[in-house]
Each structure stands twice: as C-alpha cells, then as structure tokens.
C-alpha cells in the first residue's frame, strides 16, 4: 500500500515554485512517491478564454500575488525575485523537464525553479536552462534532446492529460481516487488525502 | 497594545462562509480585536472587468470551487450547500449587516452565513434575511431599516474604501499597518501578523 500523488505544474507559474521547493519534504515525512508532471499552463488558460496570465489581466490581483509570494518565500526562507518578463515563455523547461525522468527530472526542475524565481533569471534562455541542468548534475546536451519531436509531442500529451483530468492551474496536485487540489495552500490537504485514501 | 483586524467580506462570497464561521475562535486564540466590514464585490469585480463571478466566468473553476469546499467545510465540521441561483445577490444583507454594529452585526453574518451555505437558502429574500436576523437574537424590522439612505451610503463608502486600500476578492483581511490577506486560506497569517505588528 504506496501513497502516490501527481504534482502538475507550469516553470511560469509563481505559487509552483514553493510547491516545488518542499514538495519533498512533506510528502517524504508522509511517505508519498510523487510523480512530478511538467505540463503548459498556456493551452489550459487559453480554453478557459484567457489569453495571459491571470496576474496580468488582473493586475491588482498581480500587484497582490507579488506581496503575497515575498512573505511565503520569507516564512520558507526561500528567495524571491520576480524574472523579467513576466510570466516568462516555460517551454524550452518545460521540454527539458518532459525529456527527463524521476529524479533528474525533479532536480532539474527544483533548479530552474530557484533560478526563476529565488534569482530572477530567463529560464526562456538556453544558457540559463543549461545552468540549471548543470546544477541539477546533470547533461546540459539536455537542452537539444528537448528539441526532438518525440518530447514535443509527449509534453503536448501531458497538457492534454491534465486538461481531460480538470487541471485549471498551476500547481495542481492529483490523487488516484482522481481528487484534484489546486494551488500551494493545498499541498498539505493533498497529501494527507493520498496517504488516508491509498489502495 | 491591541491586535486588531479588519475583515471584509462579501455575503455572495463562498469562501467568506468558513472565514466568517471561524474567525472568531482564530482571533480570540491570538488576542485580535475583529472588525466586520461588509461591503460588494459586484463593483470590485466590475472594476476589474469582470461582470460575473470568477466561478462562472470560469466554469472549471467554478466545479473546482465547489469540491474544495466541500472538503473545507467538511474539515471543520460546517455543512456546505451552494445556494441557487449562484451566486446569490448580496445588496440585502451586505446593507442590514452595514445597520448593525460590533456584536449584533457578527452574529447576523454568522447566521446569514449559515442560512446561505450551510442550508442553500436565497438570503435575497427578505423573509429569509429577517430568519437571519431572528436567528441572532436581532429586531427583524431591521430588514426595513437598512433600506435607509443612509445605510445606502455608508455600504456604498465601504466599497469605494475596500478598492481604495486595494482589496479584490473576499473574504480580505487588513492589518493596521496595510497588510493585505486575500482567503480564507490566509485567515492564520494575517492574525498572526496583526499580533506580530501591534503597535
């Protein structure tokens, strides 16, 4: 009987970034497996009718969500530092992210999180992403293998997949028994449902 | 030195329900003085350009929404049943809650609340509102007095100074020195804080 649970999320979605930062620790201390799933939050918004970020089209919630962030980050003792432009283009990560798997996977993600955000760097650049899979340990030749069509397509399948599972946004966390928790607040309450309603 | 605390909320406002239920214990925990600010999220929302509630203008959202109050509410112990139509106009109670005061106007929330989310009932109706009222131990012909001008007014200049200080959404809560918590999610920080800031 494994706790297992999916972690959806966007390298363009901000409240990812702590969701990504102590995803581990807390599902560890709860002995979940997580499965990290890079996914575009573009198509999903976009069948929704929005056409950019939601901190964009409203920019007092932005203006909000920027504030909201620094004391999370400071309460984690995480750094924070909005990149420039915001959001930024996630699909050159989100390829990379796609043509890894398990641990490199989330190592390399947990790195171009923290450049993003803890540094305020483009993770849209090739360089940067190749800096973060060089701190992740990893090969940074990476960055063109996430070129090759057959990671093109498995990364528009994963979109594809979230959608028909009801994911909306960034982060989302998904149980078997197909409950779905959205945002960093419900890391928690996601976790404690996979490991009380594990088969 | 005494904590205080403004929550404003919205009585169309879903997870304003388990906020308004809970907040009292929450700040009595911590020592917070609470001052209850209705006031309309219509001209908020309108501001923004929004011309429904996100809920609806989202659907998947909207669905989301719903299951994660169930789960909220069932966490606590509180009943939970969306009201139709959904969202319900709030002028009515927002206005009888704006007549009241300190005690009288928290328990009329608390039951208006409850009559809303807990047993789906149109608190529109003012047959509905006046059972409200009954049920917090208040005259039921305040129904008629908050139909005064005057209480028009001052609803009308608690809206203007909710947009003003930068409120988007309920429930909101503000700290003496501009704080602003958005959900019912941030309710334990922005008393936490409050206490930490008390001048």
Request: glycine share 6%.
């Amino acid at each position: 009987m494994t706790a297992t649970i999916e972690f959806w999320f966007d390298f363009a979605s901000t409240y990812s970034y702590p969701a990504a930062m102590r995803m581990e620790a807390e599902a560890h201390a709860r002995g979940v497996m997580v499965e990290w799933r890079p996914f575009l939050l573009g198509p999903v918004f976009g069948a929704q009718g929005m056409k950019d970020s939601p901190f964009n089209l409203f920019p007092t919630k932005g203006q909000y969500m920027i504030r909201d962030l620094q004391r999370i980050c400071a309460e984690l003792d995480l750094p924070f530092m909005l990149p420039t432009p915001f959001p930024q283009n996630s699909l050159l990560c989100a390829r990379i992210a796609t043509a890894l798997e398990g641990a490199p996977r989330q190592r390399f993600t947990q790195a171009a999180y923290s450049l993003e955000f803890g540094e305020g760097r483009a993770i849209s650049d090739p360089l940067n992403a190749a800096e973060a899979l060089r701190r992740a340990g990893l090969d940074t030749a990476i960055v063109e293998k996430a070129q090759e069509e057959s990671v093109k397509m498995a990364l528009r399948a994963s979109t594809d997949e979230a959608m028909q599972k009801g994911v909306f946004g960034a982060p989302s966390f998904l149980t078997p028994d197909g409950e779905l928790f959205w945002g960093n607040d419900r890391l928690e309450a996601a976790l404690d449902w996979a490991v009380k309603h594990a088969k």
